[in-house]
Nanobody
Framework: EVQLVESGGGLVHPGGSLRLSCAAS????????MAWLRQAPGKGLDWIAT???????YYASSVRGRFTISRDNNNNTLYLQLTSLRTEDTAMYYC?????????RGQGTQVTVSS
């Protein structure tokens, strides 16, 4: 059974930073393409970054240059470093092992950017 557990969210001021983690199990993490998604209040589920099994990374234009996706294949963990946070980054953040279908995903971790 695929399990994805996100953590690391919180309340941060504009311009601040956070590091999100996603602990994965139940599938071969090392050969999987992984992605981060987010859903802002009242909005749809948006893709924001992908880490492919070949080492390539891809970002949505809204986060490129501010967020960094990385992975630890030895510990089956996906990360998302968030910097220069803006109020519009406020959302529930999810990880998924299916960047195309955006499912399955974990329970999410809340990031709130507010002064």
């Amino acid at each position: 059974e695929v399990q994805l557990v996100e953590s690391g969210g919180g309340l941060v001021h504009p311009g601040g930073s956070l590091r999100l983690s996603c602990a994965a199990s139940g599938f071969d993490f090392g050969i999987s393409n992984m992605a981060w998604l987010r859903q802002a209040p009242g909005k749809g589920l948006d893709w924001i970054a992908t880490s492919n099994r070949d080492g390539n990374t891809y970002y949505a234009s809204s986060v490129r240059g501010r967020f960094t996706i990385s992975r630890d294949n030895n510990n089956n963990t996906l990360y998302l470093q968030l910097t220069s946070l803006r109020t519009e980054d406020t959302a529930m953040y999810y990880c998924t092992n299916s960047p195309i279908t955006k499912s399955p995903r974990g329970q999410g971790t809340q990031v709130t950017v507010s002064s």
